[in-house]
């Protein structure tokens, strides 16, 4: 038969039923409340790097990459058609005013110039032949007309006779008219050997000038070359450092042809490229600042490439100190050029938590405890050298987490250890 419980009994075994079940309401409560806490993902302090917005002037700038060039490179071309005896200068030499760069194998010139001698000399020997032929055949009709003269003379005096004669009765009219003819032909006989005189000197004189045209074009062809011919030393016209010089000795090089490059390494200024997507941002002018060894030199865009070359345009900056110390040729340098600038506005340091869009997901430590970032999102409007300027979604004095957070980007609270 069963027996009932004891009272005392049953009152223990409820309040262990009661503190159980309060013990297991307990630990739901307790579970609920801090397990989001103990998954929510956390950061050491020692990992990230913190920034303060404040306030402050910023520039908005196009970054490129340049590389530091002579400012004057002066340019030797080939004053004649020559081969490449020597090569006496190369490239990174140093080298004076007047000093030999090249050697050029001159024999082709000097030949020309041989030939136009030759051919200066035939047209003067042309010209004195002419001289002397004119002078003979002047000499001969000179002879003819004092000679046609004489029988004009004596043909009139015979015609004047016959008229007297002729008065007296002494001689008959057909006698007296032909000696009267004779007279008029020995008057146009003359008159064409005067005429004939004339013309013959006018001629010669004509073909004359004409060689004597082409004695001046013979002389100045013959002097050009001369000149061609002294300056082929190929001789530097200022001091500087050869950058580059034909490269092969044997090469053929015609007039005009850049057989070398001169530069002058006192000062220098800087070409730069950039993706072309900046392109519309570019105008000459602008503030540039060159970053040297850390220290921005200032200066102005001078030049824009109007060809786009593999995505990429190029331009050149003039340095206000283009012959600072610590300028390099070929030096690689970062460049700065200053599109737009704004005087007070909130600007927070650059880092790798922002990519450089309008607005970006940024953490911001909480104020007051300082033990988790809250993500918020920002607005930022000019990107400076070293800041972005902040838009909306930050108040002066927050504390921002510049480190790279894509990992952290999907949550809305981050502890930070």
């Known amino acids: 038969m069963d027996r009932e419980l004891d009272a005392s ?37 020692e990992r990230i790097r913190t920034g303060r917005v404040d306030r402050g002037p910023i520039e908005g700038i196009v970054e490129a990459s340049g590389q530091v060039i002579p ?17 006496l200068k190369r490239p990174g ?24 001698e030759d051919q200066l000399a035939k047209k003067a020997n042309e010209g004195a032949q002419l001289r002397i032929n004119l002078e003979k055949s002047l000499t001969d009709l000179r002879g003819s007309i004092e000679s046609q003269k004489l029988d004009l003379e004596a043909l009139l005096y015979r015609q004047d006779q016959n008229r007297k ?38 001629s010669t004189q004509a073909q004359l000038a004409g060689l004597e045209l082409d004695l001046a074009t013979l002389r100045r062809d013959r002097d050009e ?25 044997g090469a053929t090089v015609r007039q005009g042809d850049v057989i070398a490059r001169i530069a002058d390494l006192d000062s220098f200024r800087v070409k730069a490229g950039v993706s072309d997507v900046h392109s519309a941002e570019l105008h000459p002018g602008q503030t540039v600042r060159v970053m040297v060894d850390g220290q921005p030199l200032t200066g102005r865009l001078a030049e824009i490439d109007p060809t786009i070359q593999e995505g990429r345009v190029e331009f ?31 600007r927070v340091p650059k880092g790798p ?32 050298y070293d ?24 949550l809305s609270r981050v502890n930070l250890k």
Do not use: C
């Not at 972005?388 to 979604?393: A, C, F, Q, R």
């Open 165 to 202: 004669l002729r008065g007296d009765g002494l001689v008959s009219e057909q006698v007296l008219k032909a000696s009267e003819v004779d007279s008029k032909k020995a008057r146009i006989e003359l008159a064409q050997l005067q005429g004939q005189a004339a013309n013959e000197e006018q």
């Open 225 to 249: 070359a001369r000149r061609q011919l002294e300056l082929a030393t190929t001789r530097s016209d200022r001091s500087g450092v050869i950058t580059w010089v034909v490269p092969q000795e």
């Open 71 to 87: 400012a004057f490179e002066g340019v030797l071309s080939s004053p004649v058609e020559a081969r490449v005896k020597k090569i």
């Open 93 to 116: 030499e140093a080298v004076k005013a007047g000093e030999e760069i090249l050697q050029l194998d001159t024999a082709a010139s000097r030949i020309q110039l041989e030939r136009l």
């Open 9 to 45: 009994f049953r009152r223990g075994v409820l309040r262990r039923r009661v503190v159980w079940a309060g013990g297991s309401v307990a630990l739901v409560v307790a579970i609920l409340l801090f397990l989001p806490g103990w998954l929510r993902p956390s950061i050491a302090r």
């Open 316 to 346: 050149h900056v003039n340095l206000d100190d283009s012959r600072n110390p610590k300028l390099r040729n070929n030096l690689s340098v970062d460049v700065l050029v200053v599109t737009d600038s704004r005087a007070n506005v909130l």
């Open 387 to 410: 800041a972005y300027e902040v838009l909306d979604g930050l108040a002066e004095g927050d504390e921002v987490i510049l480190s790279d957070m894509r990992d952290f980007v999907h």
């Open 353 to 384: 938590y922002a990519q450089g869009s309008a607005s970006e997901p940024v953490f911001v430590i909480e104020p007051g405890e300082r033990s988790a970032a809250i993500r918020k999102t920002v607005r930022f409007g000019l990107s400076g």
